[in-house]
């Protein structure tokens, strides 16, 4: 069961508009391929929004739609309060950095970055005040004379961005910007980003596929699958309380645990799982269980303990199998088996002190009451 799409708020004529954009039902469709079904939602300005979803989840069509470069099937789409169908793309109050940064190989750094004000024809002392400031701004000022062959990768991401932002947009859109980078760089361009846009207070749109980019560079993150919005929220929300099996597992890995209610006490329940019976604590207002209802737990991997001998005091204690142990420097994960059902537990190595598991140990495995996870889906 998935959930509702966020509707606009609605707001009276004499209002400002308090959303930078504002989309309602859109629809998108590709011969028999649905790619957007009836989307709503709304970005606040000044905010840094995340699309975030797997290839063919509808992401990048609906960033293509907010820029005027599909039109939808069906729905309404506002930007800053006006009615955006109506305005062609090149008149929108939006500019796109693309993953492929599409700088003009024959001008310098300087001349890409001030091509969108030369279009406009400003005055030349407006365009080189504007384009120092930026280019100041994103670090590539020493770059004003090279040419795009002579720069990196993440010298061209800077510029792509610069030539954007330099035009002042209300809502700049980014296209999977930096996917092409490697790790070193992609993480450190994810801070500068971040931290860009904190000093413009431009509204950002940001497509991508990357999870932990999403969670650390976001005020909000809409998990999209099958042209739909399964969940939209800040991040730690969409971390710690996923409503469904796919946000759940998209968004970071996590162990999944099926089963019916056995027993109900007020905000407790007591399902049969397949590692056993587990105890789970939660909200009575989150949702209504019947005994004999089968439901499905989450269960992130950093919460299950692991120890060689039982957990005094905890209730939800089973037995499981290292199968295998892989060392990632600042943690160790595990895979473990319970019964049949593979199990992952991360453990940060600054907590293990002297007690390592190998390949083949038998333990134990315990779960605090109120770390798992009610599904909404069973």
Known sequence: MTTSNQRPEARTATEPPAWAIEIEGLERSYGEVQALRQVSLSIRKGEFFSLLGPSGCGKTTLLRLIAGLELPDAGRLLIGGRDALTIPAHQRPVNTVFQSYALFPHLNIRDNVAFGLKMKKLPPTEIKQRVDRIMELVAIQDLAERRPAQISGGQKQRVALARAVVNEPEVLLLDEPLGALDLKLRKQLQVELHQLQRRLGITFVHV???????????????????????????????????????????????????????????????????????????????????????????????????????????????????????????????????????????????????????????????????????????
């Open 208 to 378: 991508t596929h990357d999870q932990d980019e999403a969670l650390m560079m976001s005020d909000r993150i809409a998990v999209m699958k099958d042209g739909r919005i399964e969940q939209l929220d800040v991040g730690q929300r969409l971390y710690e309380q996923p409503r469904t099996k796919f946000v759940a597992q998209f968004l970071g890995s996590c162990n999944l645990f099926a089963g019916p209610v056995i027993q109900l006490n007020g905000s407790s329940a007591i399902v049969e799982t397949e590692v056993g019976r587990l105890t789970l604590s939660f909200p009575a207002s989150v949702r209504r269980l019947t005994i004999g209802q089968k439901i499905t737990l989450a269960l992130r991997p950093e919460n299950l303990h692991l120890a060689y001998e039982a957990f005094p005091g905890c209730g939800n204690v089973f037995p499981a199998k290292v199968e295998a142990v892989i060392y990632g420097g600042a943690e160790t994960q595990y895979r473990l088996v319970a019964g049949q059902l593979p199990l992952q537990a991360t453990v940060l190595n600054s907590r293990m002190a002297n007690q390592t598991f190998k390949e083949g140990d038998e333990i134990r495995c315990a779960i605090a009451e109120e770390a798992l996870i009610l599904l909404e889906d069973e």
